[in-house]
């Protein structure tokens, strides 16, 4: 079956191009023109991943993004964006987008997104419940969990902690929090981390990777708490407690 994709954009000639493209790629896309469209369609019939544009009349991308992460919904979201300030990228993350491409873009590019979106998609096979049931309190050590400098990550759950704090992390943050705490106090190059979680280097020129560290930094640093993770200048990042 093919995979599909809810595409929300307003600007009549970048819908139709892309819609065109994506079901060239072998996707079934859903074309809408805005927001009010999309949450409709998204409730009617749940795509496996959305692609939306910040900018449209009504309700915007990031309105869309707040609606379905409110009622629970987890279908990755790739936004679509003009905005090339880093404090606008942050607002979509903090809307619940798992990524985004700035306009104007290359398609190869949201082709290579939306497979990195995608394959982290893919279920994991149940396993043990957890020990109270599935409940909101710590979590009970299984053979599915990670830790290293005080955090700890259920990756069947897909949940985190930092100490007794739960954190609520986006996709692309609980990955890359995985690939950090895995490889604690080891550093890990900027092609690597791209390679690992994008699946696609987007060049020395990327902010992308700054941005999700800086957004999944203010989610672990705690007053007083030492910051976990660090910037080895030039090369890339580790994860380790000073």
Not at 36 to 54: G, I, M, N, R, S
Not at 132 to 139: A, I, K, N, S
Not at 181 to 194: C, K
């Amino acid at each position: 079956m093919p995979q599909t994709v809810l595409l929300a954009e307003d600007d009549r000639a970048i819908r139709h191009a892309l819609e065109r493209a994506l079901t060239l790629e072998g996707y079934e896309v859903t074309a809408v023109a805005d927001g009010v469209e999309a949450l409709a369609q998204a409730h009617k019939t749940p795509p496996d991943v959305l692609l939306l544009d910040v900018m449209m009349p009504g309700i915007d991308g990031l309105q869309v993004c707040r609606v379905l992460r409110a009622e629970g919904d987890r279908t990755p979201i790739l936004m679509l964006t003009a905005l090339v300030e880093t404090a606008d990228r942050i607002a979509g993350l903090d809307a619940g987008a798992d990524d985004y491409v700035v306009k104007p873009f290359d398609v190869e590019e949201v082709f290579a997104r939306l497979r990195a979106l995608l394959r982290r998609t893919t279920p994991v096979p149940a396993g043990p419940a957890m020990g109270d049931g599935g409940g909101r309190g710590e979590p009970q050590l299984s053979d599915r969990q990670v830790e290293a400098a005080g955090i700890r990550m259920d990756l069947q759950a897909r949940r985190a902690w930092r100490g007794k704090r739960e954190l609520e992390l986006t996709r692309t943050e609980f990955e890359l929090l995985e690939l950090l705490v895995r490889n604690a106090g080891i550093v890990l190059d900027h092609s690597t981390i791209y390679d690992r979680i994008w699946g696609y280097d987007f060049g020395p020129g990327s902010k992308n990777l700054a941005v999700y560290v800086g957004y999944l930094r203010r989610k672990l640093d705690e007053p007083g708490a030492p910051q976990l993770i660090h910037t080895v200048r030039g090369v890339g990042y580790v994860l380790r407690e000073d």
